[in-house]
């Protein structure tokens, strides 16, 4: 695949995400889109649906190749799971886990929170409970402010 299509595969699998819109996601990835993809800000498809919760595009991602525990943005977004577990959507964190995601990998390479600071930091009990029961271990002395 030439460059120029592979970026416009790309941008259109990152926009469906960022939609939610699973017919978009699975068009994109049918018409060639690299699942482990990136847009200019470094925002993967994977981050984006785990943020919002779309579980069933989290799912699709992950079949089709996208990595768990690759971290989005540059510097400043974080990983899929954190996303997640910041936002209580305990669905995309079960199904991220199911597929591999370290439950305590912290995000900013390694020197941020991890995804069970975020959920004990939003009070999303479901999630914390989903992420401690997967091995998350809480920090020494709890979540960062």
Do not use: F
């Not at 479901?126 to 029961?133: H, I, N």
Request: glycine share 12%.
């Amino acid at each position: 695949m030439n460059r120029r299509k592979h970026k416009k595969l790309s941008g259109r699998l990152v926009d469906a995400a960022l939609v939610g819109d699973l017919a978009g996601v699975r068009a994109a990835l049918r018409a060639g889109a690299p699942a482990e993809t990136a847009d200019t800000a470094g925002s993967t498809p994977l981050y984006l649906a785990s943020v919002s919760g779309a579980a069933d595009i989290v799912r699709v991602l992950l079949a089709a190749g996208a990595r768990a525990d690759t971290e989005s943005g540059i510097g400043s977004e974080g990983t899929p799971l954190c996303g997640a577990a910041c936002w209580g959507h305990v669905e995309a964190v079960r199904v991220l886990l199911e597929h591999g995601a370290d439950p305590n990998l912290r995000e900013d390479h390694g020197t941020g929170w991890a995804p069970l600071d975020w959920a004990e930091q939003g009070a999303h009990r479901e999630t914390a409970d989903a992420l401690v029961a997967a091995g998350a271990r809480p920090r020494e002395s709890g979540p960062r402010a």
